[in-house]
């Protein structure tokens, strides 16, 4: 039915959707499809309103929909109808909708639309309703006239009227009929009007319906045939007239009751008025009767009200408890469903978290994977650059090389060339800028090198003891003025005043970790104020919503600038400053302050902006700023964003500031990240750190000249914390912490509380859990992302983090915590008591120190003031280290100005002022004690000076790099150069020779001589000269390859490669000399401008050229002119080997025997070493020149102006400068003695000059004596840097060289070398060849083998030979003997075929059979188709063993036959022919019952022929016949069907052929086996049988004579014995469960095949058949109508099967080898054969 359901819905309805028969209750209990149906069939108006979801309240609008419409349709539903569509109950839908069905077809036929339908619908309805309203009025009038009768019996009952007292017993009687007759006459007239009401009601129907039908036409009448005809109709009004029917019998059994109850009555009466009577009689009162009964009545109304309230009053109670009882149970169901959702949630919890655990450790590990990989494959390369470079450089890597291969190594850089870097493009590539980036770093580390004279540049030892200072500290002094002129430092180091004991901190960790539990304790045994972030935003908020306007808060705020106004804090300024950032911009959310400036102002000026503010600003600005920033929160937090890092600090910072100076505060869980803390302590401190670090970087800067005194570290910035403690705590712990803390929560709330509110706050509870357990997560994930930026962020600088284990119970943490907290509270009053006793000492050294400010001096005084001057500097960067290297005295080698101070003071002192105290020695200009000269310079110069000191320092550290990295590169060149040489002249040495070809003719022609001249004198006289002949000519073809391989050698050492190499490598080496040179002509410029521009003077113009150092001309074909150069060129000095004969070599490089060849590159080594050292003493003479000049031109311009006043006493003096550079010190201390002297010849004189005048003049004096020696004295220093430098180089250009050298000249023997070793290896290859065709000569044996001479190499090439041996014998094929009368394979196969030509299918005739055998016997003739042994064999014998092999008694198996008289093979076990039967099987996929010869060999059978056979070691002999592998092939052509092409074996039978056995039962069985394919089990009774048998069977045989049968049969019978002992013991039970068709038995028992074989047989064919039908009535027998497949078990307990299987002989294997015995004995007696001779041959 509902196939033809849906296809209505499908195909002609097309619903909306598709229905199955599967999905028929599903698809419609939403009552939508319904509705969609009745709208296609134009019924369903408000389709529209109709809703395709799934939920409740939309079924049931649905249903309330499709209600009306159905009972319009007379379709029948209701509640019940429409629940069991809904709750899909099976069948529901499909009933409705066949009724729907068969009413929209009829409607379709019908034509009728909805509207006419419903005009028709009254009729129906009333039809309906008539039937069921007569039903319910039967019920009413019955019920009615009950409750009549019983109220008349009750009224009789109570209402006894009083009867008259004059009327006698017969009046009362009378009445009583009376009254009787009027109630029957009453209930007559009732019943005769209700059945009129009955038939006026069915004639108005009959009326009604007449009419409708005469006015409703031809289409009424159809609908209205479709009812009546309807068999739900007529059932209907069968009922109502079975109804109607049951009424009448019921009103008549209720009339036959009442009239016995009236009958009843009247006895009751009569009784009564008897014992009213006798009351009467009895004159007692008729009233006193009823007050009496109406008290009882009260009474007992009064018990039955009391009983009626303690009854109601229990039950009351019993409710009360009942329901408790419930609230309880259902409140403990509750609480056991939470707790176990509770648990459930915490595991799924516990499992995200996992995960999450789980891929973070795994994007760590998959991190640390990919670091671990590159840097295994930088550790491959370097490997692979190694061994590359060891083979280049014959295991001698240079230090260098591997020295910057560890740098690349160690900075992450790829060692191997990316890309090419010669020619850049506009935007290079990512390899290029790594190549890029690896040069940056090689070329650094060298300058760093180069710089600080190590590695490469290590000082060598006679160099050491003149090692110069480090840093020019007075050019050093000069560049720092001459930067801060120009750029003032921007951070400055503020530190407070009187710093605070208040503490500072916060906690942090994870949530759950317990930090407010911790704070909360803290707070109570502390004065301390916690300040949590949650808190603080949600007040900001509060004081938003609740306007709180500035004027509260600002006297407050006046109120503490007043109080902090005399304790100067900086904090408290901080906070002013940033109340101030935030009044003016409240809606921009502004950086707070990071310079210091806004710290700097003073509170009174802070005050009156803001009041202005405050007044002139909107009314937002009115707010507080806390308010302000709660406004802005919470327009963040509207917009569905997290508020910004920003404010929040913000917020915490102005919280911070209403906190009370001397009170401490801590923070509950902030900052969270690293941009919080950044903000937070910039905001609490003022500095920024990264300013900071930025500064430090810059002053890092590696500059040429370090100013000592000011070369001090940035102060490390006070931190915005004294402590940060963490709550270290697990994930998993924190997990069961929050599940506890919850679980706690949910367990402890009150129950007494009303019931809403105790749902709502659960409600509450519930979604406040959620939101935490749907962040939790989260928060672990942020925490454990950001805490190791955090970490180091508390560490780094000052280590302020204290780690606490949190895994502890809430007391051990609020003490640990405790405990921390009041060792921070003491470590932070020790620091402040230190830092106030630091500034106390202080205080007290600044007024010790100072001394009153002197009066005009005299001439001793000045040097304290300098002294004192020079203290304080030095007191005030006492704590930063010094720079380094820094000197202990002034300038070395004795140059200094202050050396030589005491020889030329002692003149003076004893001339002018002898009672002077002896003063100590005037600092040295550069030491410690020297006071600069800080003279005011012009504005514009240090705009000039700095970035021309920054040119200088670029191009010096520029060049130098450049040179060094050329030097570098230089390197590789070398060592590819030389690997070249060497492997090229190997490559030489090792060209090919043509001394084989002459050797393989020689050999050819020793061979060729004919064999009878081998031992002839002559011969070998002629051939020993050939030999002589040969080996002369190789030597020639050696001596002519050696004078090749020279000329080559003289060739590689007559290039222009070392010489050019050579040239490039001193021209590097001399740009460095330039480099310096340039550096100190630039700072002597420099220096000589900013000390003229402090001495007031204008700058020289130097219009001389820098001095340029010669670099070696390598190209000398080109002539150009001088002038075009701007470098000069000197011309190359190479040495001829003429001239260098007669020069004496001066150094030995060449070591051992002298080689004349490398005396020219020796010579021209040494030139070069010449011109080194003239080009370096060439730049150290202009350097000493300059210096010379420069002090040359100080004297003349002190001369200029001191002319007037001291020629006397600077004329001597002049004569003594004119000397060599060792003099500028004398200079000095002359010119200061003599202004050091001219205040007192001053004084002397007597000219009218005042006091202040006179000090003036020497105070100006003082000062250009003091810029003169200080000028000089960094010149000095310079000077004797740059010649240490210069001479550094020279000693490593002369190094470089030489070692360049000496690895040349090395690669030059080397080649040497090779070449002698190679010429006498060839010599002694040559001799060895001469030798062995020397013995051969001598022996007279032709050589057979090659003889090879390759290159220095000879050898007898056993591989090859020149001429083929003798080819082996071949061995005959393997031939098959007669052995103990066994027919050979040869002879089976001829006997098969005559068998197959005579008898195709397998069965011959006995006596033709027998005829065959005797003619095979007597006509042999020599065609040997039987062995020796059958020849003797006489016709009855032949007879005999026909009788053996026969089949049905009269036939023959000649297939059997040749199977038997094939033996000795294996006879298979049970097992072994199944298994074979499974491999046959499954080779045979097409399941046809046959296979061909390949896949017989594939599966094989149970032996197989690869038995081993022993090889004959003589190689005529025939190797041993394999008879079984033969045997396995002859059994395939005995069975194969060779009609078929290719020929086809039918396994089965094969097998069946292979089953037979000794015992006929056992071979029986075995064949039953096969044809089922699984074994089967014989009964305990035969195997009896079987067993009693074989033994008498095995007694009888003879097993002596019979050697075949003892090796066959016995072992097969002692397992059947075997086997059979186990059997008896263990048959399963489920034995011969298989069951076998009848085919297959026939097969068994010769069934179908032999039929065909002899049809001309009518005996055979009778057997066939008696088989067949035998076996055709025992299959019916057991049950097997049909022929249906039988059991084993059941088959094999028939008697006809059991006699059939004890008598069947077909599977019995015959031993025709009795018979073939017996005839060897006959002949034996006879004379032909003796016993004795058969032994022997068996033997």
Known sequence: ??????????????????????????????????????????????????????????????????????????????????????????????????????????????????????????????????????????????????????????????????????????????????????????????????????????????????????????????????????DYIKKIQKRLEEDAFAREQREKRRRRLLMDQLIAHEAQEEAYREEQLINRLMRQSQQERRISVQLMHVRHEKEVLWQNRIFREKQYEERRLKDFQDALDREAALAKQAKIDFQEQAIREKEIHEQITVERAQARYKKHYTICAEILDQILDLSTKVSDYRMLTNNLIPY??????????????????????????????????????????????????YKNMVGEWALPEEMVDNLPPSNNTILGHVIHRLIEKSHPPQVKSTVLELPSFAIKGCLVGKTFSGKTTALKALQKDFPIQVLSIDTLVQEAIKAFHDNEKISEALPIEKEAEEKSLPVLQEKNKESQDLQNAFSPHPVSEEALPETEDKTILSTDTNKTPKAEEVKSSDSFSELTVRAQLGAKSEKMLKKGKSISDMLLVNILVNAINEVPVDQGWVLDGFPMTLNQAKLLEEALTGYNREALELEEKKTQIPTLAVDASTSKEVPLPPSAFDFVMLLDISDNSLLDRMNYTMAEAFSSETSHEDITQRVTAEKQDMNEDQNLRDQIQHRIIGFLDNWPLLEQWFTEPENILININAEVDKESLCNKVKEMFMTEIMKKENKVKKKLEEKEAEKKEVPLGEPPPPPPPPPPPPPEPEKEKETHPQREHSKTPTAKGKPPA??????????????????????????????????????????????????????????????????????????????REEQHSVVAYLYEVRTNFQQFLWRPDHKQDFVSQWQADFNALPDDLWDDEETKSELHQRVNDLRDRLWDICDARKEEAEQERQDIINESW??????????????????????????????????????????????????RIPL????????????????????????????????????????????????NVELNFEADEKLVMDTWQQASLAISHMVAAEIHQRLMEEEKEN???????????????????????????????????????????????????????????????????????????????????????????????????????????????????????????????????????????????????????????????????????????????????TLTIEQLDSLKDQFLDIAPKGIIGHKAFTDILLDLVTLNLGTNNLPSSWMHLTQPELQELTSLVIVNSEFVDWRKFLLVISMPWPIPMEEELLETLQRFKAVDEEQLGTITFEQYMQAGLWFTGDEYIKIPENPLEPLPFNRQEHLIEFFFRLFADHEKDPPQLDYTQMLLYFACHPDA?????????????????????????????????????????????????????????????EKEVEIPENANTEKVSLERLLKVFQGGKEVQDANR????????????????????????????????????KHPFIQDLISNYSDYKIPDIKIILQRSEHVQGSDGERSPSRLTEEKK
């Open 890 to 967: 002034g300038s070395p080698k004795g140059k200094s100005p202050g050396g030589k101070g005491p020889l030329k003071k002692s003149p003076a002192d004893s001339t002018d002022m002898s009672p002077v105290p002896i003063v100590p020695p005037p600092p040295k200009p550069g030491s410690e004690e020297w006071v600069y000269v800080n003279e005011p310079i012009p504005e514009e110069m240090p705009s000039f000076l700095v970035p021309y000191w920054e040119l200088i320092e670029n191009s010096y550290i520029n060049s130098i790099k450049t040179v060094l990295r050329h030097l």
């Open 1203 to 1381: 002319q007037p006043a001291d020629t006397k006493e600077k004329s001597p003096q002049m004569g003594t400068n004119k000397k060599a550079k060792e003099e500028p010190p004398k200079k000095e201390k002359a010119d200061k003695k003599a202004k050091g002297r001219s205040p007192p010849t001053a004084e002397a004189t007597p000219v009218t000059v005042t006091a202040e005048e006179i000090t003036q003049k020497e105070k100006r004096n003082e000062l250009m004596l003091k810029i003169k020696e200080e000028h000089l004295a960094a010149l000095q220093f310079e000077e004797i840097a740059t010649q240490f430098r210069l001479e550094l180089i020279k000693t490593k250009a002369l190094a470089f060289l030489e070692d360049l050298l000496t690895k040349v000249v090395d690669v030059y023997k080397l080649l040497e070398k090779w070449l002698g070793e190679r010429y006498l290896n060839e010599m002694a290859s040559v001799e060895k060849l001469t030798e062995v065709a020397r013995y051969h000569i001598e022996t007279s044996t032709k050589i057979q083998n090659e003889l090879y001479l390759d290159q220095e190499d000879f050898f007898i090439n056993g591989d090859l030979k020149v001429f083929p041996d003798p080819p082996p014998p071949v061995r005959p094929p393997p031939v098959e003997k007669e052995e103990n009368g």
């Open 400 to 449: 260098k090389l591997m020295h910057d291969w560890k740098e690349l190594f160690f900075n992450g850089k790829p060692i191997y060339k990316q890309a090419s870097i010669k020619q850049l493009p506009a935007t290079p590539s990512a390899e290029q800028v790594i190549e890029l980036e690896k040069r940056d770093l090689l070329d650094s580390n060298d300058y760093e090198e």
């Open 1112 to 1159: 070696v001309q390598l190209d000398s074909s080109r002539d150009i002119l001088e002038s075009q150069l701007r470098i000069p060129l000197i011309p190359r000095i190479s040495i001829s080997p003429d001239s260098a004969m007669t020069k004496p070599k001066t150094k030995a490089i060449l070591k051992g025997k002298i080689d004349y060849s490398l005396e």
């Open 1058 to 1107: 070392l010489q050019d190499s050579i040239g490039i490598t001193m021209n590097h080496f001399f740009s460095l000399m330039q480099t310096e040179l340039n550096r100190f002509q630039d700072t002597k410029r420099l220096l000589q401008d900013y000390y003229r521009g402090m001495e007031c003077k204008i700058p020289i113009d130097d219009s001389k050229r820098f001095t």
């Open 1561 to 1621: 039962m056992e071979g029986v069985y075995r064949a039953l086996s096969v044809a089922i394919g699984t074994h089967v089990f014989q009964p305990v009774e035969t195997i009896a049988i079987i067993g009693e048998k074989s033994s008498s069977l095995t007694d009888a045989s003879p097993v002596e004579e019979y050697p075949e049968l003892e090796g066959n049969f016995m072992h097969e019978e002692g397992e059947l014995k075997e086997d059979r002992e």
């Open 1657 to 1692: 047989f009518t005996s055979h064919l009778q057997i066939e058949n008696t088989y067949s039908e035998n076996f055709v009535k025992v299959f019916q027998d057991l049950g097997a109508k049909d022929l249906e497949p039988v059991e084993v078990a059941v088959l094999l």
């Open 1 to 230: 039915m509902s196939e033809i359901l849906c296809q209505w819905l499908n195909q002609e309805v097309k619903v909306s959707r598709t229905v199955s028969p599967k999905s028929f209750a599903k698809a419609f209990s939403s009552g939508y499809l319904i509705g969609e149906i009745l709208h296609k069939f134009e019924l369903q108006g408000d389709f529209s309103e109709f809703s395709e979801s799934r939920v409740s309240n939309a079924k049931l609008n649905n249903f309330s929909r499709l209600e009306p419409t159905l009972h319009l349709l007379g379709v029948q539903f209701d509640q019940n109808v429409a629940h069991n569509i809904i709750t899909e109950k099976p069948g529901a839908a499909t009933k409705l909708l066949y009724q729907l069905y068969i009413v929209l077809q009829k409607k379709k036929k019908s034509g009728l639309t909805g509207i006419e339908m419903q005009t028709m619908q009254p009729l129906a309805n009333v039809r309906y309703q008539s039937m069921k309203s007569e039903a319910f009025r039967d019920q009413r009038l019955s019920r009615r006239r009950q409750n009549e009768i019983m109220a008349k019996i009750q009224a009789a009952i109570i209402q006894i009227p009083k009867p008259a007292s004059n009327r006698t017993l017969r009046a009362l009687e009378a009445q009583k009929m009376m009254k009787k007759k009027k109630e029957a006459e009453d209930v007559a007239n009732e019943i005769k009007k209700f059945e009129a009401l009955i038939k006026k009601d069915l004639q108005a129907k009959e009326s009604a319906s007449k009419t409708s039908l005469d006015t409703a036409g031809q289409t009424t009448t159809d609908l209205l045939n479709t009812y009546s005809d309807d």
